[in-house]
């Protein structure tokens, strides 16, 4: 799944912009809204999730289809030997895309990226409607999983198990593009080094290549001097007194995949920016190049007001200026793939990602507490609930996030779901298929689930499967509220029982308090400023004394949206070391403070 790329043999047009917009509220067959302009005059923004933009309860807890539509002129210069295509980055949680009166694709998975050939139903210099329905619905058969419920007045309401606000929509880009006949269907590189020379092990595939028609690979470094260069479509390049892609100090080299005519003509040409570095787990150690690295940093969301999970640039930057300024070195994706920019914004700037995929809330044992009573006298891994049809949709999730994600130097763990009810039994006949799945898409990185505090090392069924132990902990907060002094024995105790059992790294995935911001307490009150710096230096205090804890990333970076429904939430998450417009509470010059001291030790 190569990111549409405007080089000297593809071009790519933005089709970002303003919408027209429309809810379906019956039947999106019978309707067919496709067929003709849409009906009313709303118009709504890409990317963006729709959900805040309108203040028409209607549409902002709609379940079901919605439908964007817009004009798209094929550029007159595009020849008829080429292939064009539409890349829809999301589409929340289902797309479809109609040319016209064509329907031409469906997709399911809210947060992974996928084309529409539109070459046989356009013409180049002529205009095309083009619609795209999404939906929003989520069942025990998608990737997270929900439950829709119909009401007495027959309209449908959305349950879900996980903490976050169900944004829907096209909250990334849309594209058209070229691709030249003859072209690089896909490139993968794995990067190694011996010595004081990096190797880059690449394959690429390709369409279909006439006699004599081969594939070349240049490599560039980043003043733009060629350092190697191979042919065939599988090799390796070795790069001499290579520059490392490190932890705060990123190197990128471009890796330039051609294909070329017998007669040596360039047909198609390809760039993959790759970071040399090498990933390894040994015994409780991270290593990254060869050295042990320890987490810093935030689980994090895509989560702004009115835009939703829109992807935008300016919030980006500003995210990764506080990252720096909070002496920050990596982020978790959770509880989704984000946008691809944000993953070669982290690749460029030698911040480290967990990359997660959407695999969040399969657990009915929390959400029997939290959420509503549901499923709570039935079991989480079963046919009624989560089945072998969820874990065909989660090992497509897995795909589509390997696929997209293999080649960020950024990414050094994978983690296949996040707290998943893994002391229940079918945990385990669950996810070793995944972690197999996982493993064989790409041998290259370690992979990891994130643990939820309900099963711990005495009874949890899978954590031997993964690399390293990921815990999300609220010691002190969900348990022990307030008390910090139980909280920080219980919590170094279980700390101590983990690595006892399993030998293993971990990395504190999740740790944090609700915290309102200007809220003081000299009493230090659960939600207050206080509070929040005091269960921190608590957490701190006990991975200090733990050595098999290499990461701390704290929940959350910013305050964030969740569902409405939840008595335990105001206006949303309130865990933010930042507000949801990112301004910084109390605790945010503790952590620059701690994490600066971490940086000097590493
Ligand atoms: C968790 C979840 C996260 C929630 C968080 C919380 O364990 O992984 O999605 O937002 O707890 O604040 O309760």
């Not at 292939?83 to 064509?102: C, P, Q, S």
């Not at 999404?134 to 309401?157: D, F, H, M, S, Y």
Request: charged share 20%.
């Amino acid at each position: 799944m190569l990111r549409p790329q405007s080089t000297a043999t593809r071009d790519l047009v933005s089709l970002d912009g303003v919408w027209k917009f429309a809810l379906v509220r019956d039947s999106l067959e019978t309707e067919a809204p496709w067929t003709a302009a849409l009906p009313g005059s709303l118009e709504a923004p890409v990317p963006a999730s729709y959900n805040d933009i309108f203040l028409d309860p209607a549409i902002h807890n709609h379940v079901g289809w919605v439908c964007y539509q817009r004009r798209v002129v094929v550029p007159r210069g595009w020849t008829r030997d080429e292939r064009y295509f539409l890349r829809i980055e999301a589409a929340t949680h289902k797309g479809r895309v109609y040319i016209n009166d064509t329907f031409v694709t469906e997709h399911v998975g809210g947060y992974t990226p996928f084309d529409a050939e539109v070459t046989q139903l356009v013409r180049p210099g002529e205009a095309f409607r083009l619609t795209i329905a999404v939906n929003n619905e989520l069942t025990n058969t998608t990737i997270p999983p929900g439950i829709i419920r119909v009401e007495a007045g027959g309209q449908k309401r959305q349950q879900y198990f996980h903490d976050f606000y169900n944004y829907a929509g096209l909250a990334r880009s849309v594209w058209l593009y070229s691709l030249p006949t003859k072209h690089v269907a896909d490139v993968t590189v794995v990067t190694d080094v011996q010595g004081a020379t990096g190797i880059l092990r690449y394959d690429v595939q390709t369409s279909e290549l006439g006699a004599g028609e081969t594939v070349h690979v240049t490599v560039r470094d980043e003043a733009d001097a060629v350092v190697g260069e191979a042919a065939g479509a599988r090799g390796a390049v070795h790069i001499d007194k290579a520059t490392l892609w490190k932890p705060g100090a990123a190197y990128l080299y471009q890796l330039c995949a051609e294909v070329r005519s017998a007669a040596g003509a360039m047909l198609d040409t390809y760039s993959v920016a790759t970071g040399i570095r090498t990933v390894e787990v040994r015994g409780t150690q991270f290593l990254i190049n060869g050295q042990p690295f320890f987490f810093t940093g935030f689980g994090k969301h895509e989560d702004t007001a009115i835009r939703g999970k829109g992807h935008d640039p300016a919030y980006m930057v500003h995210d990764f200026q506080l990252m720096d300024w909070i002496n920050a070195n990596s982020f978790r994706t959770s509880h989704y793939p984000y946008a691809e920019e944000v993953m070669d914004f982290a690749d460029r700037h030698g911040i480290v990602v967990i990359d997660e995929t959407p695999a969040v809330g399969l657990n009915l044992a929390v959400n029997s507490g939290f959420f509503e009573g549901v499923g709570k006298d039935s079991c989480t891994w079963s046919p009624e609930f989560i089945n072998d049809d969820t874990r065909a949709a989660h090992a497509a999730s897995i795909r589509e996030l390997v696929a997209r994600d293999k080649n960020h130097a950024c990414v050094v763990l994978w983690s296949i779901a996040n707290e998943p009810s893994t002391n229940e039994p079918g945990a385990r006949e669950y996810f070793a298929p995944l972690v197999a799945l996982a493993r064989e898409l790409d041998p290259s990185r370690p992979v990891a689930y994130i643990n939820v505090m309900f099963a711990n090392y005495d009874d949890d069924l899978v954590a031997d499967l993964f690399d390293v132990v990921c815990l999300n902990r609220y010691y002190g907060w969900y348990v022990h509220t307030g008390d910090l002094a139980t909280a920080e024995a219980k919590f170094e105790a279980e700390l101590r029982g983990w690595d006892r059992k399993y030998g293993k790294p971990i990395i504190m995935t999740e740790y944090g308090a609700d915290t309102l911001a200007g809220l003081r307490s000299f009493y230090n009150a659960p939600w207050s400023e206080d509070f929040q710096v005091s269960y921190y230096n608590m957490c701190h205090r006990v991975h200090d004394r733990v050595p098999a804890v290499v990461g701390e990333q704290v929940w959350n970076f910013a305050d964030f949206q969740t569902a409405a429904s939840h008595v335990f939430r105001v206006d949303g998450n309130k865990k933010g070391i930042f507000t949801r417009d990112r301004k910084p509470k109390t605790i945010a010059a503790v952590l620059r403070a701690r994490w600066s001291q971490k940086l000097l030790d590493q």
